[in-house]
DNA sequence: AAGTTTTGTTAATGAAATGTTAATCGGCAG
DNA sequence: CTGCCGATTAACATTTCATTAACAAAACTT
């Protein structure tokens, strides 16, 4: 797979679902370290250096949060995945997902980890794909430098926020071919509930502001469905 | 994508019913958790993932509409299929057809809880057949994208509902065939009563209108019967 | 032929989905 | 701490679409 250099630390105490956890991520490429108690997370995230951290909540001897902590200490970065129970309430859910960590309740496809896990760590990598020449998109009209988050039409210029310009690299990706918006949001946001649905409204509509300019671009709503980004794009 | 990884949640407190379900359910290869009253039904629900969730109004501890309630908590999107008596006002059933969910009063066949099923799960599929060719189906001079709801005749392009294309498909399939009314309707309806059929000729007043271009392609009436499609399908 | 049921068609309805703009909230730089 | 930025949430407007209604036409019944 193609993020195959990515290194995860998985903490999950019930065996099965640790081993088929990190079946699964060692089947998509990934290198895994797993672990199953707080103390051993705690011991173990010392030794090595990871891209991303899946820790179950519920643990022996120290619980999530805390270990957590404890990873936070020695790296601020590192994002952190929760697996939550469907039970736990909301307000606590809540604390998670500030601190740009995120959670994932129990039980849930595999599927939607690693898309989880994909959005996560597309986040992380370099913004500017630093070495290489800028790639440039071409749509319609426009040029769009997703390293750089720029549009540009004509000598106007638009600086995209980071969440647009995925957004839109999305759509590009899958021209003319409806999109669901659950795969939209899964793929883009990595998961999908009401109020990211608005969210992805809101997106929508300022893509289309930006993309006016050029009356041969549409991105088409198909009602109760999701969207089809129609285009020509150049090569 | 079969139907085969497909995971049902039953709560019926009827002993007999609740194994005839089930082993039906089995027999058409979906895999089945069945639990016989309200609160193991919420307990049960935390632990694993559910395609669709078929819930007994009438049940002991809780019933259906507080289970319901909990269910819609955990998960927005999981269709669920409502038992009802017979006997129930209709001002409650209407209740439930609102919110995406469904009902079906006891006693029926399970033929047609399969069909609802079926209709349901199709529903939540991914729109797109991935990643494959997009499917073109040939109807007399026209060409029938059904994956992208879009119905072609020579340059011009019609885009499609969801429930329109499901039904040309469902003729599509079915071409020179008759087909009765009531099988039309629990096959892409997934239920039949006298409104959804004058439903079903709306709609089939409209695709004549879309297919009014090619002379050979026929919707044709047989009085109190159902409908014959009558075209060539190229290949 | 008159009456009855079924079907065809168009329009009205109402719930849900989407579009849009503004308010909010947390993170972050200064 | 303060002000800005960007994403989310809220609030409200608008659109879409399946259903229902309403009425016309056709097909059967007697």
Redesign the interface.
């Known amino acids: 797979m193609d993020f195959s250099g990515e290194h995860i630390f998985l903490v999950e105490d019930d065996q099965t679902l640790n081993f088929i956890i990190r079946d699964n991520l060692e089947q998509n490429g990934y290198k895994v370290t797993a672990v199953d108690d707080g103390q051993k997370a705690i011991d173990g995230f010392e030794k090595d250096k990871f891209s991303i951290c899946i820790l179950d909540v519920m643990l022996p001897k120290k619980d999530g949060f805390t270990v957590a902590r404890e990873i936070r200490k020695k790296d601020d970065h590192v994002p952190v995945i929760f697996l939550t ?3 736990m309430t909301e307000d606590r859910i809540n604390g998670l997902s500030i601190g740009g960590d995120d959670y994932i ?1 129990k ?3 595999m599927e939607e980890l690693l898309l989880r896990i994909k959005v996560f760590l597309k986040r992380s990598q370099k913004p500017d794909n630093a070495d290489g020449p800028p790639v440039v998109r071409k749509i319609g009209a426009y040029n769009f430098y997703f390293e750089n988050l720029i549009l540009e039409h004509g000598d106007k210029r638009k600086t995209l926020t980071y969440k647009e310009a995925e957004l839109l690299k999305y759509f590009c990706e899958n021209p003319n ?4 918006r ?2 939209i949001l899964m793929n883009v946001w990595g998961s ?3 109020y990211l649905g608005r969210s992805l409204d809101v997106f929508i509509s300022r893509l289309r502001r930006y993309l006016k300019d050029d009356p041969d671009i549409k991105i ?1 709503n ?5 969207f ?1 980004f129609n285009t020509r794009l150049g090569k």
């Open positions: 129970a469907k039970s309740t039980p849930f496809s071919k409806i999109l669901s659950s795969e999908d509930d009401y088409l198909l009602h109760g469905i999701g089809r």
